[in-house]
């Protein structure tokens, strides 16, 4: 029953570049959120964005929601290496319950 | 500080051999969960809580038991683990389910389960 697929699995850039990462869903959902991992450790909250918002900013994380085509993109410009982790995006499912979590993306930003 | 904590953070164990996995959080928080985390697979639910003596079954909830006598604890139960149980677990928490008010999910570090 997974809700959100991300997209690529795995993305490798340089310092300063820019990361893209997307996310597709299924059913209608009433929020989307994204959510860091660092190797091994506990998820962290990044930013969440309403099914009425298109676009929000925090930092340096853009993160757009098309409804129309049920899919979420989250920009990191001008990444570091610290940034590299896995990223998720998260949505509650059909029923209203649970978080489901994508597959996720392996980002790895080199020096 | 708030937080959500599990313990232990390593286990191995024999399989048969029942084990619990805690899980607390200081934060008040009506909706709590469990995940196992998998290569390739991702987080998947195996069971969640929306309150007080309130529990029902995720996405892959054989194996396993959970309770929640108290609002902050909600441990994960294997009655009798085997090697297909050897994963990464994470507890969660947050406000609610996330639907109306979009309240985000606060993670555990995490328990490395090894099942022999």
């Known amino acids: 029953s997974q809700q959100g697929e991300e997209d690529p699995q795995a993305l490798s850039i340089q310092e300063g570049e820019n990361a893209t990462m997307n996310c597709s869903y299924k059913?209608?959902?009433?929020?989307l959120q994204w959510y860091r991992q660092n190797s091994g450790r506990g998820l962290v909250h990044l930013i969440l964005?309403?099914?009425?918002?298109r676009e929000k900013h925090s930092g340096r994380l853009r993160v757009t929601l098309d409804t129309s085509k049920k899919s979420s993109s989250l920009l990191i410009t001008a990444s570091r290496a610290a940034d590299t982790a896995s990223y998720f995006c998260?949505?509650?499912?059909?029923?209203?319950?649970?978080?489901?979590f994508g597959p996720g993306t392996r980002l790895s930003v080199l020096p | 500080e708030a937080q959500v904590t599990q313990n232990p953070r390593y286990l191995i164990t024999v399989t048969g051999k029942k084990l619990t996995v805690t899980c607390s959080q200081n934060?008040?928080?009506?909706?709590m969960s469990w995940y196992r985390q998998d290569p390739g697979l991702g987080l998947r639910q195996i069971y969640y809580?929306?309150?007080?003596?309130?529990?029902d079954k995720g996405d892959v909830p054989e194996g396993y038991k959970v309770s929640r006598k108290e609002k902050r604890n909600f441990p994960l139960i294997l009655e009798s683990p085997s090697p297909n149980q050897t994963s990464l677990y994470f507890c969660?928490?947050?406000?609610?389910?996330?639907?109306?008010?979009?309240?985000?999910?606060?993670f555990g570090q995490g328990t490395r389960l090894t099942v022999v």
């Open positions: 998260a949505t509650v499912d059909n029923y209203g319950q649970n978080f489901v």
């Open positions: 969660a928490s947050s406000w609610d389910r996330g639907r109306d008010t979009g309240t985000e999910a606060f």
């Open positions: 059913t209608s959902i009433n929020n």
């Open positions: 964005i309403r099914s009425n918002e």
């Open positions: 934060m008040n928080h009506e909706y």
């Open positions: 809580s929306m309150n007080v003596e309130v529990t």
